[in-house]
């Protein structure tokens, strides 16, 4: 005979459920005060503990957690719910071995507890939540769900499917799902977590990794996957990360938000960062065709060596730059006119002119103090005020104040022609894979307009073609997240080193720099140098190939 206590806030609210485990054969207890109930699973050895939550989801949880830590016997411990509140009681529902809605028949939830089951029957299916779960189709990464984890109405995707939501279940899920998905469809797929570990990432979180959790979890994320179901199906096959970002934001109807982060070199970082590398290069070329919109978010100083912006800063000497410097007073002599700090008067507890050695014992008859000096310990240097300086915490450089670089980074908002362009294809106007045509021929004409107005004017002119090698994604020696990060960092020293009327066109992994009143050998002869500084920062060899075309060759680039 199983022996059962029952806990509920009121013992009426309990009785249907105690009558039908009675009917069933087991000892059923019934109480009321938490106090008593934990004394009782002290003392008695109990085979199932069903708790009803609680008002006050904090004593639930910490309850559950007592009955896990001292319960005599080890008893199975079931908590039971309002599907409308699983939210409030994560705690509480990590705490216990099952949750199950409180509004499920008694019969039911009795069922759950195996009390009168048939165990030589078929096993049978979840229970139901109170409102049904959506019809879906998961994914959980990186082993799949067992059997009895899949809720009623829902299936676990075969290889090459699209599901409607993907779950992470363990550490590392997040590098499993490109084994499944393209990048394309792995950058928008709604992600439910079950590990906490992936917060940049989910979409929803689940507290309990059961059949009750998962329907409401992929109920919660549903209308992110009817978005995404209305993405046309050749955006599944693009390998544009303009595009991947654009339809990530689109679905998920909301900006692209940064957060400060001490843990990054550039000290902003993006949440979106996760699924989509290279966000904020990304959203500057989606900013420029109108689908984005920024807005101001952080302007940091930067590393002049390594640009990042983790630095401290400090009043150093201006001569040695070192910050070990000291304020003292600015002693005057009267009498003989000297002026000097104080630490050159001071012979142990007498006051002494280094100048005309005479006494100064009293202030302001024998000498006065106008102001103050700053003096470096390290080289001796006296000034009178220290400047500013930085050093950096990544590669140890130390700069002054003016060598400093900035760098500006926004939030940026979906613009309505940014999201008719999401989900109307073709996507087109900032060289996806879907738009080739176009993309090519805004090229071919801007080229066009390039070598005439030079032409005209008499002018030389040069374009430097850089193209990066993928290969390496493909055949899986770097990944893609990485590599696309790399990418946008080394457009962004691009765009840095030429000036503003420098055009530079980008198509993918292709760029196109139209450079005016130079000749192309002097470009060649440039390149080892821009090479260098183009390449010499980032974390991975790129392999960028550099061509470089005068003005009578570029007709062969149209």
């Known amino acids: 005979m199983e022996r059962v206590l029952v806990v509920a806030p009121l013992a009426a609210a309990a009785l249907p459920l105690c009558l039908e485990l009675t009917r069933r054969g087991a000892s059923v207890s019934v109480l009321v005060d938490i106090a008593q109930a934990t004394q009782a699973v002290r003392t008695q050895p109990f085979d199932i503990v069903l708790v009803l939550a609680r008002a006050d989801a904090n004593a639930t949880a910490l309850f559950l957690q007592v009955l896990k830590a001292e319960a005599l016997g080890s008893p199975r411990i079931l908590l039971l719910v309002e599907p409308d509140q699983t939210a409030d009681y994560g705690m509480a529902i990590f705490a216990a071995d099952e949750m199950l809605a409180a509004t499920l028949e008694p019969a039911r939830i009795a069922d759950a507890t195996g009390i009168g089951v048939d165990v030589s029957a078929p096993k049978p299916e979840n229970l139901p939540a109170v409102c049904a779960p959506p019809t879906a189709r998961v994914l959980a990464l990186p082993h799949g769900l067992s059997r009895d984890l899949v809720p009623q109405g829902m299936a676990h995707v075969e290889r090459g499917e699209i599901p409607d939501a993907v779950i992470f279940t363990e550490p590392m899920a997040d590098q499993a799902i490109s084994a499944w998905l393209s990048a394309a469809t792995a950058a928008v797929i709604p992600v439910i977590d079950a590990t906490g570990l992936y917060g940049d990432r989910a979409d929803a979180v689940l507290a309990s990794l059961s059949g009750l959790g998962i329907a409401d979890a992929v109920a919660r994320v549903k209308p992110l996957t009817l978005r995404m179901q209305q993405l046309p199906e050749a955006y599944h096959r693009t390998r544009d990360p303009r595009q991947m970002l654009l339809a990530r934001v689109a679905i998920r109807d909301r900006a692209v938000t940064a957060q400060r982060r001490p843990d990054l070199q550039h000290i902003v970082g993006y949440a979106d960062e996760a699924a989509v590398g290279g966000v904020a290069h990304h959203?500057?070329?989606?900013?420029?065709?109108?689908?984005?919109?920024?807005?101001?978010?952080?302007?940091?100083?930067?590393?002049?060596?390594?640009?990042?912006?983790?630095?401290?800063?400090?009043?150093?000497?201006?001569?040695?730059?070192?910050?070990?410097?000291?304020?003292?007073?600015?002693?005057?002599?009267?009498?003989?006119?000297?002026?000097?700090?104080?630490?050159?008067?001071?012979?142990?507890?007498?006051?002494?002119?280094?100048?005309?050695?005479?006494?100064?014992?009293?202030?302001?008859?024998?000498?006065?103090?106008?102001?103050?000096?700053?003096?470096?310990?390290?080289?001796?240097?006296?000034?009178?005020?220290?400047?500013?300086?930085?050093?950096?915490?990544?590669?140890?450089?130390?700069?002054?104040?003016?060598?400093?670089?900035?760098?500006?980074?926004?939030?940026?908002?979906?613009?309505?022609?940014?999201?008719?362009?999401?989900?109307?294809?073709?996507?087109?106007?900032?060289?996806?894979?879907?738009?080739?045509?176009?993309?090519?021929?805004?090229?071919?004409?801007?080229?066009?307009?390039?070598?005439?107005?030079?032409?005209?004017?008499?002018?030389?002119?040069?374009?430097?073609?850089?193209?990066?090698?993928?290969?390496?994604?493909?055949?899986?020696?770097?990944?893609?997240?990485?590599?696309?990060?790399?990418?946008?960092?080394?457009?962004?020293?691009?765009?840095?080193?030429?000036?503003?009327?420098?055009?530079?066109?980008?198509?993918?992994t292709s760029f196109l720099v139209l450079i005016g009143d130079e000749k192309a050998e002097d470009v060649e002869n440039a390149l080892p140098e821009l090479r260098r500084e183009l390449e010499q920062n980032l974390a991975i060899d790129i392999k960028a190939r550099y061509h470089v075309f005068s003005a009578s060759e570029i007709n062969t680039l149209m």
């Not at 000034?383 to 900035?406: H, I, M, P, Q």
């Not at 996507?427 to 004409?445: A, K």
């Open 283 to 508: 959203a500057e070329a989606l900013t420029r065709i109108g689908y984005l919109k920024a807005r101001f978010f952080e302007k940091v100083q930067c590393c002049p060596s390594c640009t990042s912006a983790r630095l401290i800063v400090r009043e150093e000497c201006s001569k040695c730059r070192s910050a070990d410097i000291v304020e003292e007073p600015l002693i005057h002599h009267l009498r003989c006119g000297y002026q000097g700090p104080e630490r050159d008067f001071r012979a142990g507890k007498d006051m002494i002119c280094p100048k005309c050695r005479h006494h100064c014992d009293h202030f302001s008859v024998d000498y006065d103090k106008p102001g103050t000096l700053v003096l470096c310990n390290g080289c001796g240097h006296t000034t009178g005020e220290a400047e500013v300086g930085f050093k950096c915490l990544d590669c140890d450089s130390g700069f002054a104040a003016d060598k400093a670089s900035t760098r500006v980074f926004h939030e940026y908002e979906l613009t309505d022609e940014g999201r008719r362009a999401a989900f109307q294809p073709p996507l087109s106007g900032y060289g996806g894979d879907n738009d080739n045509g176009v993309q090519s021929t805004h090229i071919r004409e801007r080229l066009r307009r390039f070598t005439a107005l030079h032409a005209a004017e008499d002018k030389p002119c040069a374009v430097m073609l850089i193209k990066v090698d993928q290969d390496r994604i493909a055949q899986g020696l770097i990944g893609e997240k990485r590599f696309m990060q790399a990418l946008a960092l080394y457009a962004s020293i691009l765009r840095e080193l030429f000036e503003r009327s420098v055009e530079i066109i980008e198509a993918q």
